[in-house]
């Protein structure tokens, strides 16, 4: 069924590749138009180029998701070029490996900055225009680290965690507002994020969900449309878990 997000305008963090680019494109697909954000500014402006010339609406914005200006001037352009913002999609993240001892405080205050601060920067920024907008929806990409250990990446699991009670306390605040704001829990996803993983890491990652294979980028991006559209409008604090049967087991 085409035209789920018809009429919507979305702002999507790291979207020049991975999750994020194919969730800007199926978003457009059906119907939004698209405000693509991502520090990889020519990698962005190519995926914002190939859209229209689809004939969809996008337009790219750098965004830092860990500096507070970038996210309001993000903003600002989406409700300049389309006059309005309906919905945010905080996808940025880095997946760093090393467990507890290894992590430097260095590295561990950079995982918090763009997994956890970037989301609450992001929501921050977007509630007055979706309040304008008269409701909205904002889907924040955890993972099945948020629900789960796996004695490595202390860091990412930690934001992830983080990022998964942040949004059902946020869910609560904004229920008033018409905004809605839930999880995705995503496993293994086959982009360049499991890169950290060497051959055999990558063939055990595999092995281990009970479906056979990591995810794709779209097998993600299917369930954040249905968050971010109006089929989803009594849906708010949820973790949507899209992982194989990972955490089934």
């Keep these: 069924m085409a035209g789920r997000l018809n009429g919507k305008v979305a702002l999507i963090s790291g979207a020049a590749r991975g999750q994020g680019e194919a969730e ?8 939004a138009a698209v405000v693509l954000g991502d520090i990889l500014v020519a990698e962005g402006e190519k995926v914002a180029a190939s859209i229209r010339a689809s004939g969809g609406q996008a337009t790219f914005t750098r965004l830092d998701v860990t500096q ?26 880095i997946f760093p490996i090393e467990g507890v001892e290894a992590t430097t405080l260095e590295l561990w205050n950079r995982v918090i900055a763009i997994n956890q601060t970037g989301v609450w920067l992001g929501m921050k920024a977007v509630v007055p225009a979706m309040r ?13 680290a948020g629900l789960m250990g796996s004695g490595m990446a202390a860091a990412y699991h930690g ?6 009670i942040l949004t059902k306390t946020a869910a609560i605040e904004y229920a008033k507002d018409g905004i809605r704001i839930n999880s995705v829990h995503p496993g293994g996803v086959d982009t360049v994020m499991l890169d950290v993983l060497n051959r055999e890491g990558k ?7 009970p479906l056979g294979r990591l995810a794709t980028a779209e097998d993600i991006a299917y369930g954040v449309l249905y968050l971010a559209s109006d089929e989803a409008s009594f849906v708010t604090g949820a ?3 899209i992982d194989g049967g990972y955490t089934a087991q």
């Design 132 to 144: 304008k907008a008269g409701g909205g929806s904002i889907v924040n990409i955890s993972s099945i």
């Design 203 to 209: 063939q055990a990652a595999t092995a281990a969900h």
């Design 239 to 241: 973790e949507l878990v």
């Design 68 to 93: 507070e200006q970038d996210w309001q001037h993000a903003v600002a352009q989406a409700v300049q070029t389309y006059g309005k913002l309906n919905i945010l999609v905080n996808n940025a993240g």
């Design 159 to 164: 934001t992830k965690g983080a990022v998964r």
């Design 24 to 31: 800007a494109r199926m978003f457009v697909k059906e119907g």
